[in-house]
């Protein structure tokens, strides 16, 4: 009958995260009582489809340094192989598997971007994350230069080691503009990691949107866009065609604006309950759009 040995894995014996570049110690325990003449250490990132080399028959010291491969995976194991006149003694593996993770905290999987309504949403996923607090978001429409923070506070990391996904609305640009974007790693050393630039282009076309709220006592909000530099009128009308009341009529840049109402006529009478109607033009261009309140 052969006895088949088995050596301890101590270290790592899994859930550790060991950072490539570095070097640590491969340690094991052999049984009491047992003459072992050398030892073999192999690793695997695959949970065990392949392994490669750590220390080739090497003495049974309980310990050898490995110097961590530049890689990323989740499913790493080492396993310790006892030799004995040559032969094959007995093994031991890592309980369950560790983590290598690359020389820097975050590894950033992808980065997106689309036109939400008034504002793009930016989306993110890391494959990687170790020891950063979360991210904030940096601005500018120079490609290089003049960033600033737009996140009031730091989108807090999910702390999750193989990666996450994140999602940040931009409410504040105007239309038809190309913004840079860049991701600031909040590190709890204060020297994050900056990923980017990302350009995105914000398209928006002239809009006039529906009043809120509908119906309305006693003032309502009134949303356009303005997709481009130009002279704009917002008038109100009633049922018949009359005029009732000119809310805007001046110069605007570029942007998304929001006028309230309170619901008077141009004399500062009340107006009809009935319904009525907003017209919303550039200069030089027809009405595009009509809205009725209620």
Request: aromatic residues 10%.
């Amino acid at each position: 009958m052969v006895r088949v040995i088995r050596p301890g894995v101590t270290f790592p014996k899994g859930g550790e995260i060991l950072i490539s570049g570095t070097t640590v110690a491969v340690t094991w325990t052999s049984p009491a009582g047992y003459q072992v003449d050398a030892v073999d250490v192999h690793w695997t990132p695959n949970d065990g489809v392949d392994w490669y080399p750590v220390a080739v028959q090497v003495a049974n010291t309980g310990a050898v340094s490995w110097k961590v491969p530049d890689t990323y995976t989740t499913a790493a194991r080492v396993i310790v192989t006892l030799f004995k006149d040559g032969e094959d003694f007995g093994g031991g593996i890592s309980p369950t598997t560790f983590t290598i993770g690359g020389t820097v905290p975050v590894a950033l999987g992808g980065f997106e971007s689309a036109i939400v309504g008034r504002g793009v949403s930016l989306k993110w996923h890391t494959v990687f994350e170790l020891e950063t607090e979360g991210f904030h978001v940096l601005r500018s429409e120079q490609r290089e230069t003049g960033y600033e923070r737009i996140t009031t506070a730091v989108i807090p990391s999910q702390g999750d080691v193989n990666g996450s996904s994140y999602e940040f609305d931009d409410e504040t640009v105007r239309p038809n503009r190309t913004y840079f974007y860049r991701l600031e790693q909040a590190a709890r050393n204060g020297e994050g990691q900056v990923f980017g630039p990302f350009e995105v282009f914000y398209r928006a076309s002239f809009e006039l949107g529906q009043n809120s709220p509908n119906p309305f006592n006693p003032t309502t909000r009134i949303r356009f866009t303005v997709p481009e530099d130009a002279k704009v009128s917002l008038v109100v009308y009633d049922v018949a065609g009359r005029e009732v009341r000119t809310l805007v009529n001046n110069e605007r840049p570029a942007n998304h604006y929001e006028i309230e109402w309170d619901g008077r006529t141009t004399a500062d009478r009340p107006c009809h309950p009935a319904c009525i109607s907003t017209a919303c033009k550039p200069e030089a261009r027809p009405d595009e759009k009509m809205m009725v309140l209620k």
